[in-house]
C-alpha cells in the first residue's frame, strides 16, 4: 500500500487529445491574425518647440585687490637686567712698581715763526684822462682874414642880416670843410660868406702840445651902416 501512494504522486497528469487540440488550434489562429493584420507605420512623433531666452549678463567690476594687512609684530619682552659684579681689579705690587719703564720726559717744542704777511698787490693807476681839446680861432691879428665882399644888389636892395658857419679845420689850419649852420635870409649874403670863409686860415685845434682837426662856428655879420 504504501509504494502505491508514492507512484500516484509523482504521475504525471492525464491530457485530453481534444484540449491538446483546441490549444493547438487557438495558437494558429492568433498567429494568422499576427500575419494577416496591415502593418501601420508608426505615428511621427514631432520634436517639441525649443524655447530660448536671452539673459543679459552684465559684467561686474572686478574686485579691488586689496593687500593683506601686515603682520602684527609683538616686541619681545624686555628681560630683566641682571645685576653684574663689578670687576676685580689687583692692585699693583711693589715688585711690579719698581719693574714699571720710566716715563720719558716731555720734549720741548721748538717756537714756530709766525707766517709773513702776503705782500700788498700793486693796484693798477688808472690811465691820466686825455687833455681837454682847445677850440681853433679865426679872429687872431697875423691871420690877416679878409672880409666877406658885400653884393652891390644886395646893398641896393638893402638886404642886411647875419650868417653862422660850421668850419672843420684841419691840424694845419685850413678850412677842410664849410656848411650854413643859419642862414641870413639872402641867398646872396649866404653865398658870398661861404666863397671868402674856404680861403681863410685858422689858428688849429689843439690837444696837449698836438694839433688835431675839430670843428668851429664862424659867425658873418652883414650891416650897410659898417660898410664904406
Known amino acids: 500500500m504504501h509504494?502505491?501512494?508514492?507512484?500516484?504522486?509523482?504521475?504525471?497528469?492525464?491530457?485530453?487529445?481534444?484540449?491538446?487540440?483546441g490549444v493547438i488550434a487557438m495558437h494558429v489562429l492568433i498567429l494568422g491574425l499576427i500575419l494577416v493584420a496591415p502593418r501601420?507605420?508608426?505615428?511621427?512623433?514631432?520634436?517639441?518647440p525649443i524655447h530660448v531666452r536671452l539673459i543679459e549678463t552684465t559684467a561686474e567690476p572686478p574686485e579691488p585687490v586689496?593687500?593683506?594687512?601686515?603682520?602684527?609684530?609683538?616686541?619681545?619682552?624686555?628681560?630683566?637686567?641682571?645685576?653684574?659684579?663689578?670687576?676685580?681689579?689687583a692692585a699693583p705690587s711693589a715688585a711690579s712698581q719698581s719693574v714699571a719703564d720710566p716715563v720719558p720726559a716731555p720734549r720741548p717744542t721748538e717756537p714756530?715763526?709766525?707766517?709773513?704777511?702776503?705782500?700788498?698787490?700793486a693796484q693798477p693807476q688808472?690811465?691820466?684822462?686825455?687833455?681837454?681839446?682847445?677850440?681853433?680861432?679865426?679872429?687872431?691879428?697875423?691871420?690877416?682874414?679878409?672880409?666877406?665882399?658885400?653884393?652891390?644888389?644886395?646893398?641896393?636892395?638893402?638886404?642886411?642880416?647875419?650868417?653862422?658857419?660850421?668850419?672843420?679845420?684841419?691840424?694845419a689850419g685850413l678850412a677842410q670843410q664849410v656848411e650854413i649852420q643859419q642862414g641870413s635870409g639872402y641867398p646872396r649874403l649866404d653865398q658870398a660868406a661861404l666863397e671868402?670863409?674856404?680861403?681863410?686860415?685858422?689858428?688849429?685845434?689843439?690837444?696837449?702840445?698836438?694839433?688835431?682837426?675839430?670843428?668851429?662856428?664862424?659867425?658873418i655879420q652883414f650891416t650897410l651902416r659898417s660898410q664904406p
Open 112 to 121: 714756530v715763526a709766525p707766517a709773513a704777511a702776503p705782500a700788498p698787490v
Open 196 to 219: 671868402t670863409v674856404r680861403q681863410w686860415r685858422f689858428v688849429p685845434a689843439r690837444q696837449g702840445d698836438q694839433p688835431v682837426a675839430a670843428w668851429v662856428i664862424v659867425p
Open 40 to 48: 501601420t507605420p508608426p505615428a511621427p512623433v514631432l520634436p517639441s
Open 66 to 89: 586689496t593687500a593683506p594687512p601686515p603682520p602684527v609684530v609683538t616686541p619681545p619682552r624686555p628681560q630683566p637686567a641682571r645685576a653684574s659684579s663689578p670687576p676685580v681689579t
Open 3 to 21: 509504494t502505491l501512494s508514492t507512484d500516484l504522486r509523482f504521475a504525471p497528469p492525464f491530457r485530453a487529445p481534444g484540449v491538446l487540440i
Open 126 to 171: 688808472p690811465a691820466p684822462a686825455p687833455p681837454p681839446v682847445v677850440q681853433p680861432r679865426f679872429d687872431a691879428a697875423y691871420l690877416d682874414n679878409p672880409r666877406p665882399p658885400y653884393p652891390s644888389v644886395s646893398r641896393r636892395l638893402g638886404e642886411e642880416g647875419e650868417v653862422r658857419l660850421r668850419v672843420q679845420v684841419d691840424p
